[in-house]
């Protein structure tokens, strides 16, 4: 039976060497005044410790001084397994340093394995990651030098056909954010962004016969509607009541508290920009170039998910060409219809139609639900290989990126050739490669493989590499120049810069 508790009282429920598991999306429905407890117990008398936490899309709120990055930091936590770390500055940093463990799974098969765990299976098969980095054959899913378990991914035949075998360890406390609590203990969603993992992430806690503690804003007097109760109070523990800090009204866009018809999306989309993006850049026209050119494979009727940064440029040309009200918008979290924000609120909806449950989601996408997709890249090789979660000394994750590209009938990647200087200029309908960028993104080999073209080709897919000066395609043969704009000299821009042929 469930009982309210101050936040310190909540997190001494929590010993040394548990496994946490919290349902959050990169950098939304963080149940961050729990995080700043076990921060203060872990100062107070150093424990809890040596703890394994697991989340499908990461856990902080992009700030390193708030939420878990202070007692990941000072070494109460001695595993990470995560699908995403990019709300994660600090933890980002002390991972590639091997202060602690750290693996990086498909976030959707995190997803499906702690589902699998809620029904006492051992894991979750897929083959979403065959091939790519997380692969065993591979590099496997330690990111550092010190993070070699390797029982997290094993190859699996079922009856001839390969696929991946995703585990977790027990997990035996849950850390979720709610609305709020009924009087049975009840949990509802009803102003949250999402609902993640958090019924399956109680059932196996519960399973594992651990507890599960849960922040919400507040305590309601009357009953929650049975649907609505996205956590049945049976498997609560320890509710902890705080309020939220009041948010400007621009936010209530994303909680579904009253319609949004497609017409005002944009006004919203620019209002939440200017709160979760402060320092936004100005988008510049190699931008804009791919944009344009990549809302081109947009048909009417399409299911779509767009990737964060350069791939968002699509949206703006489907809501100038009038074809954003004629496709559906999906998101990782769960989110259907509408419009998905970015910033610190990635993961939410502007005007959405549905919200599921994420493993849902991901059932969505890895059985080929999609119909076209469009992702950003750090590198494209000679085969046709991405990488897109691993740059320079600085590691994001692999996130949904695996699950989406995995089966989607249409890849796009929207990336530039180029990067580090270049400066691109369009006028006229004619593109004007003012300077050139000194780090190529199209190279030999990538450094670590996000998205396979191997399989990409098994599965029959069409896969299209849209830049700021030409479309590739991907073939049988590697990579072919499809398309050329007005402007750009075949030869002196895109040839004789590629370190490897290409088909033409």
Known sequence: MYRIMTSDEAVSLIKDGDCICVNSFVGIENPVELHEAIHRRFLANGSPNNLTIVSSAGFGIFDENRAAEGYIRDGAV????????????????????????????????????????????????????????????????????????????????????????????????????????????????????????????????????????????????????????????????????????????????????????????????????????????????????????????????????????????????????????????????????????????????IGATSVNDMSNQFDLYDNGGLDICFMGAYEVDKFGNVNAHRGPGAYAGIGGFANITAKTPTVVFCLTFNTKGLDVSYKNGRVTINQEGSIPKFVENVKSVSFSAKRALENGQKVLYVTERGVFRLTPNGLKLTEVYPGVDTEKDILSRLPFPVEI
């Open 78 to 349: 001695s595993r990470l397994i995560c699908g995403h770390f990019g709300s994660m500055p600090s933890t980002k940093r002390l991972v590639l340093e091997d202060r602690f463990e750290a693996y990086n799974l498909p976030l959707g098969c995190i997803s499906h394995a702690i589902r699998a765990q809620a029904g006492g299976l051992p894991g979750a098969l897929s083959k979403v990651g065959l091939d790519i980095f997380v692969d065993p054959d591979r590099e496997g899913p330690g990111i550092n030098n010190i993070s070699k378990d390797t029982s997290f991914i094993r190859h699996i035949d079922v009856d001839g056909e390969d696929f991946l075998f995703y585990s977790l360890p027990k997990f035996n406390i849950a850390l979720i954010k709610g609305t709020a609590a009924d009087y049975k203990g009840n949990i509802s969603f009803d102003d949250m962004y999402m609902s993640g993992d958090a019924l399956s992430i109680c059932q196996a806690v519960k399973a594992n016969k651990g507890k599960v503690i849960v922040q919400v804003d507040y305590v309601q007097s009357t009953p929650t509607r049975p649907r609505n109760a996205i956590i049945p109070g049976c498997f609560v523990d320890a509710i902890v009541v705080s309020a939220p800090t009041k948010l400007p009204t621009a936010y209530k866009a994303l909680t579904g508290d009253f319609d949004i018809p497609y017409d005002e999306w944009d006004d919203w989309s620019k209002q939440l920009d200017a709160l979760t993006n402060p320092r936004q850049q100005k988008t510049d026209a190699a931008a804009k170039i791919i944009g344009r050119r990549a809302e081109r494979a947009l048909k009417a009727d399409n299911i779509v998910n767009i990737g964060i940064g350069l791939p968002e440029m699509v949206s703006r040309y489907a809501r100038k060409s009038g074809m954003m009200d004629q496709i559906t918008l999906t998101v990782e979290s769960g989110g259907i219809g509408g419009f998905p924000a970015s910033g610190t609120v990635f993961g939410a909806m």
